[in-house]
Structure formats: C-alpha cells, structure tokens
C-alpha cells in the first residue's frame, strides 16, 4: 500500500502525462476536444482511472472513446517512461458525467425560475378569498362595554363542587 500523499502525486503527474499524449502525440482526426478531469490511482499503484470530459455530440463522444480505447498501449507506455517508477499502472478512460450532471441541474434551475415567474405573476393580480384580515377584532367601544368594572366571573368544576372566582 502506497503513501496516500505518494498515490495523489503519481495521479497528478499521470493527469500532466496523459493531457500531454492526447494533445501532441495521437494525430486521430476523431479524437474530440477532450479534457483530462481527474485521476484516481489504486493503493498501490496498479490501476489508474483517468475521468476525461469532451465538447461535441454524442456520436464525437463516442469517436474519442474509441480511439482513447485503442491509444491505451501507447497512452500507457508513454505514462510509465514519464513516472519512471518500477511498475506502470493499467489505464482505464472513463467518460465524466459531471457536464451531464451540470447541464442537468441548470435546467432544473431554469424551470424553477420559470415557475417562480408564473407564482410571482398569479399573485400580482390576486385578491384576498374573504375579508383582507379574516382575523375578528374588538373594536375599543365594544371592549369597554363588554368588560364593565373590568371584572368577570369564571366558573370552575373541582371535582363535585361548583365555585365562583373573579378574573381581573
């Protein structure tokens, strides 16, 4: 098992190596406009995952993982002479999906929005069902009238008896 803070620094140099390979060395006129996103290197450094992203449709996606799948020898062998360590890791390209997963979200954005606009533009123009405050409210006049001295009485059960108190 590799030194954590080792496997990130091949990942990293792996990432540079690959990069390089992919934009001077492999002349495929199907190879896309590809972006090397990430690498993830085992514990002990046996098998890379090299996570790549590419601009264009589905069928040039396609077209750069075919080519990536049949440069992986030279990809590899150029990798191992630029590590230059005792045993070259196994190359695996993976599609990214993390443009799909934004592209998605955007649109999720873009329908909130959307919906929001049409709430905002129904409430405009909306009126209250009942009265604007359908909460009842004691005018001064009828709260003078009804409290009196200001005293109340208020019967309590306890139980068999009935007794009588004064509330202020």
Known sequence: MADPAR????????????AEMLEGRIKDE????????????????QHASVFYTVFG?????????????????????????GLQI????SLEFIADAIPE??????????ETRRRDEELAAAARGAAYAGEPDPYRKVEDEDLDDDLG????????IDGDEDTTREVR
Do not use: C, M, W, Y
């Open 86 to 89: 005792r045993l070259t890791p």
């Open 30 to 45: 199907r190879l896309g406009f590809v972006t090397v996103t990430d690498v993830r290197v085992t514990g002990d450094l």
């Open 57 to 81: 449709s589905d069928e040039e996606r396609q077209a750069t993982a075919d080519v990536l799948e049949e440069n992986k020898g030279r990809i590899r062998s150029a990798v191992g002479k």
């Open 149 to 156: 001295d200001g005293l109340e009485d208020v019967r309590e």
């Open 101 to 110: 997963g934004a592209a998605h979200l955007e649109e999720v954005l873009a």
């Open 7 to 18: 496997a990130r620094k091949v990942a990293d140099r792996i990432k540079v190596l690959v």
